[in-house]
């Protein structure tokens, strides 16, 4: 059973009288539940990757699927609205709105949709992340580990399809990215929360229980 799929997907861009690959022909597949990690070196095409699987960028060619929808067929709006209900998107830097509080953080992707707040959702994840005490602060107010523990809490408060982590301790001191990578690995096992790592670090790698090798825009290995 499938989650995920991606069939033959390739990315290029123009760089002035160039054609650069950034991903070339990549073929993968993601059950329900798995936590993968993909690893590969500054400019192998990993981040590029995961912005195709978010629907945050759009394939040269190629299909991505999630739960069998084809991202291909969407429009910009259909996207907007897959990003926020299908997709946890967490970044090394942490993109909270600077003006709301943690709360309203988690909240911003079911306010966006017009959704009425599950409060009991927000107040469990507030207790998992160990954000309680911080509801009502703003991010400024927030160590960087918080911070990133809020945009965890914003990703995975709409139960999304699938989690894509890109470089999610990237920005961190060891302790604060050793919790982070515990938190992903709870909302995995919690949540049976479907998980894709994106990392340069084979030492984070090898906290998922699968590791995707990518060099030069193609999949080296799958780790099946």
Do not use: W
């Not at 799929?5 to 059950?31: C, P, Q, W």
């Not at 945050?56 to 929808?69: H, K």
């Not at 709006?77 to 998107?89: C, I, Q, S, T």
């Amino acid at each position: 059973m499938e989650l995920l799929r991606t069939e033959h997907l390739t990315k290029t861009y123009r760089a002035g009288a160039n054609t650069v690959t950034a991903l070339a022909d990549v073929n993968l597949s993601i059950a329900p539940g798995e936590f993968a990690a993909v690893i590969g070196a500054s400019g192998s095409g990993k981040s590029t990757l995961l912005h195709m699987l978010g629907g945050v960028d759009r394939p040269s060619s190629g299909r991505v699927l999630v739960e069998e929808c084809d991202l291909a067929g969407m429009s910009e709006p259909e996207l907007a609205v897959f990003r926020r209900r299908k997709v946890g998107l967490v970044y090394q830097f942490y993109n909270l709105i600077p003006t709301l509080d943690v709360k309203r953080n988690i909240l911003l992707p079911m306010l966006l949709d017009g959704q009425k707040p599950d409060t009991a959702r927000l107040n469990e994840l507030l207790e998992v992340l160990g954000l309680s005490h911080r509801a009502e602060h703003l991010p400024g107010e927030l160590s960087g580990g918080q911070q990133q523990r809020v945009a965890i809490g914003r990703a995975l408060m709409y139960r999304p399809a699938i989690l894509l982590a890109d470089e999610p301790t990237g920005n961190l001191d060891r302790k604060n990215s050793a919790e982070i990578l515990e938190l992903l690995k709870l909302s995995n096992k919690k949540y049976k929360q479907t998980v894709i790592l994106i990392t340069h670090d084979e030492k984070i790698a090898s906290e998922a229980s699968r590791i995707i090798h990518i060099e030069d825009g193609k999949i080296v290995e799958a780790g099946l």
